[in-house]
Protein backbone atom coordinates (compact mmCIF):
# COMPACT_ATOMS: atom_id res chain seq x y z
CA UNK A 1 0.00 0.00 0.00
CA UNK A 2 1.56 3.33 -0.97
CA UNK A 3 1.00 6.14 1.34
CA UNK A 4 -0.07 8.88 -1.48
CA UNK A 5 -1.56 7.97 -4.97
CA UNK A 6 0.56 7.96 -7.95
CA UNK A 7 -0.51 12.35 -8.71
CA UNK A 8 1.16 13.24 -5.56
CA UNK A 9 4.42 11.17 -5.82
CA UNK A 10 6.30 14.47 -7.23
CA UNK A 11 4.98 16.37 -4.44
CA UNK A 12 5.40 13.53 -1.48
CA UNK A 13 9.28 13.29 -3.02
CA UNK A 14 9.81 17.17 -2.54
CA UNK A 15 8.45 17.54 1.08
CA UNK A 16 10.49 14.21 1.95
CA UNK A 17 13.75 16.18 0.45
CA UNK A 18 12.48 19.06 2.46
CA UNK A 19 12.32 17.49 5.67
CA UNK A 20 15.60 15.66 5.24
CA UNK A 21 17.39 18.72 4.36
CA UNK A 22 15.62 21.61 5.96
CA UNK A 23 15.60 23.43 2.97
CA UNK A 24 12.32 24.17 0.57
CA UNK A 25 12.33 21.92 -2.03
CA UNK A 26 8.45 22.25 -1.44
CA UNK A 27 7.94 25.80 -2.79
CA UNK A 28 11.07 25.82 -5.31
CA UNK A 29 10.75 25.10 -8.98
CA UNK A 30 12.60 21.74 -9.80
CA UNK A 31 14.82 23.66 -12.03
CA UNK A 32 15.93 26.01 -9.26
CA UNK A 33 17.05 22.60 -7.35
CA UNK A 34 18.41 22.44 -4.98
CA UNK A 35 17.58 25.09 -2.76
CA UNK A 36 19.86 27.26 -1.81
CA UNK A 37 18.37 28.90 1.38
CA UNK A 38 16.50 27.41 4.59
CA UNK A 39 13.11 28.78 5.15
CA UNK A 40 13.16 32.51 6.73
CA UNK A 41 10.71 30.95 9.15
CA UNK A 42 9.36 26.94 9.32
CA UNK A 43 6.58 26.40 6.95
CA UNK A 44 3.58 24.94 8.41
CA UNK A 45 4.39 21.38 6.51
CA UNK A 46 7.82 21.60 8.79
CA UNK A 47 8.21 18.58 10.99
CA UNK A 48 8.30 19.13 14.91
CA UNK A 49 12.05 18.58 15.84
CA UNK A 50 13.47 15.02 15.28
CA UNK A 51 15.40 13.74 18.66
CA UNK A 52 17.30 10.95 19.33
CA UNK A 53 16.54 7.72 21.08
CA UNK A 54 18.44 5.61 22.80
CA UNK A 55 17.98 1.95 22.98
CA UNK A 56 20.18 -0.92 24.64
CA UNK A 57 21.63 -3.24 22.76
CA UNK A 58 24.54 -6.37 22.67
CA UNK A 59 27.52 -5.94 20.87
CA UNK A 60 30.25 -8.65 20.63
CA UNK A 61 28.62 -9.69 24.02
CA UNK A 62 28.87 -6.44 25.48
CA UNK A 63 25.99 -4.33 26.32
CA UNK A 64 25.88 -0.86 24.84
CA UNK A 65 23.64 1.80 24.70
CA UNK A 66 23.14 3.09 20.98
CA UNK A 67 20.99 6.08 19.75
CA UNK A 68 19.13 6.23 16.45
CA UNK A 69 20.17 9.84 15.30
CA UNK A 70 15.79 11.53 14.62
CA UNK A 71 12.64 10.15 15.52
CA UNK A 72 9.66 12.00 15.93
CA UNK A 73 5.73 10.70 16.52
CA UNK A 74 2.80 12.01 15.00
CA UNK A 75 -0.80 10.97 15.31
CA UNK A 76 -2.53 9.96 11.91
CA UNK A 77 -4.52 13.44 11.87
CA UNK A 78 -1.27 15.24 12.97
CA UNK A 79 0.64 13.49 9.86
CA UNK A 80 -1.85 13.80 7.29
CA UNK A 81 -2.09 17.90 8.99
CA UNK A 82 1.39 18.48 7.27
CA UNK A 83 0.52 16.22 4.01
CA UNK A 84 -2.29 18.65 3.38
CA UNK A 85 -0.47 21.87 4.18
CA UNK A 86 2.32 20.11 1.47
CA UNK A 87 -0.94 20.17 -1.05
CA UNK A 88 -1.04 16.18 -0.60
CA UNK A 89 -4.45 15.40 -0.30
CA UNK A 90 -4.14 11.50 -1.13
CA UNK A 91 -2.59 10.11 1.75
CA UNK A 92 -4.30 6.80 2.56
CA UNK A 93 -2.91 4.44 5.64
CA UNK A 94 -3.19 0.52 6.19
CA UNK A 95 -6.32 0.32 8.30
CA UNK A 96 -5.95 0.30 11.98
CA UNK A 97 -3.21 3.12 11.90
CA UNK A 98 -2.95 5.49 14.55
CA UNK A 99 0.26 7.38 14.53
CA UNK A 100 3.60 7.60 12.16
CA UNK A 101 6.85 7.50 12.99
CA UNK A 102 9.77 9.09 11.23
CA UNK A 103 12.95 8.34 11.80
CA UNK A 104 16.00 9.74 10.53
CA UNK A 105 19.80 7.95 10.03
CA UNK A 106 22.43 9.68 10.13
CA UNK A 107 26.03 9.30 7.77
CA UNK A 108 27.12 6.11 9.61
CA UNK A 109 23.74 4.91 11.26
CA UNK A 110 21.61 2.91 8.40
CA UNK A 111 18.26 2.54 9.37
CA UNK A 112 16.68 -0.55 7.66
CA UNK A 113 12.80 -0.25 7.68
CA UNK A 114 11.24 -3.80 8.00
CA UNK A 115 7.22 -3.64 6.01
CA UNK A 116 4.84 -4.87 8.92
CA UNK A 117 3.87 -8.54 9.08
CA UNK A 118 -0.13 -8.18 7.80
CA UNK A 119 0.59 -6.15 5.40
CA UNK A 120 3.54 -7.87 3.49
CA UNK A 121 1.20 -10.91 3.66
CA UNK A 122 -1.75 -8.68 2.31
CA UNK A 123 0.53 -7.91 -0.81
CA UNK A 124 1.51 -11.84 -1.12
CA UNK A 125 -1.89 -13.02 -1.37
CA UNK A 126 -2.93 -10.26 -3.64
CA UNK A 127 0.12 -11.10 -6.11
CA UNK A 128 -0.90 -14.62 -5.93
CA UNK A 129 -4.09 -14.41 -6.34
CA UNK A 130 -2.96 -12.25 -9.73
CA UNK A 131 -3.47 -8.65 -8.24
CA UNK A 132 -1.35 -6.25 -10.52
CA UNK A 133 2.00 -5.04 -9.39
CA UNK A 134 1.51 -1.55 -8.32
CA UNK A 135 4.21 0.87 -9.76
CA UNK A 136 4.03 4.64 -9.51
CA UNK A 137 3.73 6.37 -13.36
CA UNK A 138 7.09 8.30 -12.74
CA UNK A 139 9.10 5.24 -13.46
CA UNK A 140 7.62 5.17 -17.09
CA UNK A 141 10.42 7.74 -18.56
CA UNK A 142 13.82 4.99 -17.47
CA UNK A 143 11.66 2.08 -19.56
CA UNK A 144 10.38 3.97 -22.66
CA UNK A 145 11.04 6.72 -25.18
CA UNK A 146 9.43 10.24 -25.05
CA UNK A 147 6.21 10.26 -27.06
CA UNK A 148 5.67 6.40 -27.21
CA UNK A 149 3.36 4.70 -24.78
CA UNK A 150 5.14 2.68 -22.43
CA UNK A 151 4.99 -1.14 -22.38
CA UNK A 152 2.93 -2.40 -19.56
CA UNK A 153 4.68 -5.58 -18.13
CA UNK A 154 2.33 -7.81 -16.95
CA UNK A 155 3.41 -9.79 -13.62
CA UNK A 156 3.96 -13.23 -13.63
CA UNK A 157 0.73 -15.09 -13.09
CA UNK A 158 -0.57 -17.61 -10.77
CA UNK A 159 1.35 -20.41 -12.57
CA UNK A 160 4.53 -18.68 -12.37
CA UNK A 161 4.50 -18.59 -8.27
CA UNK A 162 8.30 -18.65 -8.16
CA UNK A 163 8.47 -15.87 -10.04
CA UNK A 164 6.05 -13.70 -8.46
CA UNK A 165 7.59 -14.45 -5.12
CA UNK A 166 10.73 -13.29 -6.43
CA UNK A 167 9.95 -9.84 -7.97
CA UNK A 168 8.10 -9.68 -4.13
CA UNK A 169 11.08 -10.48 -2.50
CA UNK A 170 13.02 -8.29 -4.45
CA UNK A 171 11.16 -5.23 -4.44
CA UNK A 172 10.69 -5.55 -0.68
CA UNK A 173 14.36 -5.74 -0.56
CA UNK A 174 14.91 -2.71 -2.39
CA UNK A 175 12.91 -0.97 -0.26
CA UNK A 176 14.17 -1.55 3.09
CA UNK A 177 17.77 -0.95 2.50
CA UNK A 178 17.25 2.19 -0.64
CA UNK A 179 19.42 5.11 1.25
CA UNK A 180 16.57 7.20 0.00
CA UNK A 181 19.09 9.14 -2.47
Not at 39 to 49: S, T
Not at 176 to 181: H, V
Amino acid sequence: MALVSDADTLQWGLLVKSWATGLDYVNTPPANHPPQQPPAAPPKWALPPLKPVNFDSTINGHAEQKTIPGVVRLSVGEFTALLEEANIFSGSYPPGTTEVIVVQGSANTMVIRLPPQPVLKASEDNLLAGGAYPVFSFYEPLYKQPGVPAPHAQPPTLPNRQGIMELHANRIGDYTMGLCA
